[in-house]
């Protein structure tokens, strides 16, 4: 490795540190005063940067409020949309939701407690969570061979985004590899039962 690869390497991991301070920042100013009360500046002051470090990371608070929850949903539909030929969605979204569970940390948890404390972003994550559902319903129409605007693919990507909601929000006191192992049968019971209905 060259020095100028080094050095990008190194660049690269600086900001991603940074980005993760002011997010893990921000989550905990959130959920602890709220987050109208929180301004740009304590945000800054808590990750330990500028306040124009911060809004060269993020446009508003709102992006870093959904800075998670909008990766989330992108490597979701990149999941779905980019999965092997014969590879179902269902077991796409499985191993989405394994390797995401795997992955979670003190950030997650923060952001839970953020959206459980603040009822206005609740709001706008429900407005975000349609266009999942609606991303989700022509995939599965496309892989049944159903029309997108139909019930039963909506009914299985509404399953699917409140089974993940639950997975995710809800893990103490559970073993998570039962938890989506318990989703996915759930979820692939109500798929047979649409698909046969469907057929008939």
Same mark, same amino acid.
């Given at each position: 490795?060259?020095?100028?690869?080094?050095?990008?390497?190194?660049?690269?991991?600086?900001?991603?540190?940074?980005?993760?301070?002011?997010?893990?920042?921000?989550?905990?100013?959130?959920?602890?005063?709220?987050?109208?009360?929180?301004?740009?500046?304590?945000?800054?002051?808590?990750?330990?940067?500028?306040?124009?470090?911060?809004?060269?990371?993020?446009?508003?608070?709102?992006?870093?409020?959904?800075?998670?929850?909008?990766?989330?949903?992108?490597?979701?539909?990149?999941?779905?949309?980019?999965?092997?030929?014969? %590879?179902?969605?269902?077991?796409?979204?499985?191993?989405?939701?394994?390797?995401?569970?795997?992955?979670?940390? %003190?950030?997650?948890?923060?952001?839970?407690?953020?959206?459980?404390?603040?009822?206005?972003?609740?709001?706008?994550?429900?407005?975000?969570?349609?266009?999942?559902?609606?991303?989700?319903?022509?995939?599965?129409?496309?892989?049944?061979?159903?029309?997108?605007?139909?019930?039963?693919?909506?009914?299985?990507?509404?399953?699917?985004?409140?089974?993940?909601?639950?997975?995710?929000?809800?893990?103490?006191?559970?073993?998570?590899?039962?938890?989506?192992?318990?989703?996915?049968?759930?979820?692939?019971?109500?798929?047979?039962?649409?698909?046969?209905?469907?057929?008939?």
């Amino acid at each position: 490795m060259d020095r100028a690869t080094a050095g990008d390497g190194l660049r690269a991991r600086g900001k991603a540190r940074r980005r993760a301070a002011i997010t893990h920042a921000a989550f905990e100013l959130f959920a602890t005063q709220g987050y109208d009360a929180t301004t740009i500046a304590e945000i800054a002051a808590a990750a330990e940067v500028s306040p124009r470090t911060v809004t060269l990371y993020f446009r508003s608070k709102q992006d870093i409020a959904f800075s998670v929850f909008d990766a989330a949903a992108l490597s979701l539909t990149e999941v779905l949309r980019g999965r092997a030929p014969g %590879e179902s969605a269902l077991h796409a979204l499985e191993g989405w939701l394994r390797e995401e569970m795997a992955c979670q940390d %003190e950030t997650d948890e923060l952001e839970m407690r953020m959206f459980e404390a603040n009822p206005e972003l609740r709001a706008v994550r429900s407005a975000r969570m349609a266009a999942v559902i609606e991303e989700g319903a022509r995939i599965f129409a496309e892989e049944t061979g159903q029309a997108p605007e139909g019930i039963g693919p909506r009914l299985v990507a509404v399953a699917a985004a409140a089974v993940a909601t639950e997975v995710f929000e809800h893990p103490e006191g559970t073993d998570r590899d039962q938890a989506i192992t318990a989703a996915m049968a759930f979820l692939a019971g109500g798929i047979e039962a649409m698909t046969a209905v469907v057929r008939d």
